[in-house]
């Protein structure tokens, strides 16, 4: 049982994922249904920018695929970005964005195949679209730290079933639980 249940706490809103509302019970007066303001912290000043984890990469080619381990939501997508915008801004704003992989190379781990028996061995599906789909579509892909690793951007609350869209359903992964471990060094 989560720490919520029996407690009459439920989420208020998908805008608002991180605050809370009390459902009131039955006989029980609430002592204001003024909605709260949603809980922002730390400061928007304070969180680290994500622009300092942006690797000097060239434009991602249209034809790579891009790699997301699914399945996805909108409401998963959302809580996410979200989730990414509590943790980084870019260039002083909220930065609302999802992680990706992108298979730059044939062979190795930023491959394909590298990254479905890799890092994202542990999905049973995953989503897979071309980058110039994603591009067209009016994301961004931001190289950022380690590679291949990518943040899709912006992927605010309107543009996430935009982002769902584009990724398409999600395809059974053939490596599934094939997890390749890295030689220790």
């Given at each position: ?90 260039d ?31 999905y049973?599906?995953?989503?897979l ?28 609350p ?28």
């Open positions: 049982m989560g720490p919520f249940v029996g407690a009459g706490l439920r989420p208020r809103s998908l805008e608002h994922p991180v605050s809370w509302a009390v459902r009131p019970r039955p006989g029980v007066a609430l002592l204001s249904a003024a909605p709260r303001p949603p809980i922002v912290s730390p400061a928007v000043s304070d969180l680290p920018d994500l622009r300092a984890h942006v690797r000097d990469d060239p434009p991602v080619p249209r034809d790579v695929v891009v790699v997301r381990g699914g399945p996805d939501s909108t409401p998963k997508i959302e809580g996410h970005a979200a989730r990414t915008a509590r943790a980084y801004v870019l002083g704003q909220p930065v609302f964005g999802v992680s990706v992989f992108a298979a730059l190379d044939d062979i190795g781990p930023a491959s394909l195949d590298g990254l479905l028996g890799g890092k994202l061995s542990t049973r599906v995953v989503h679209v071309a980058a110039g789909t994603v591009v067209d579509s009016g994301f961004t892909l931001l190289p950022t730290f380690g590679r291949p690793h990518m943040t899709l951007v912006p992927v605010t309107g543009r996430a079933a935009d982002l769902l869209a584009v990724l398409g359903d999600p395809e059974p992964n053939p490596q599934y639980g094939e997890t390749r471990r890295r030689p220790r060094r």
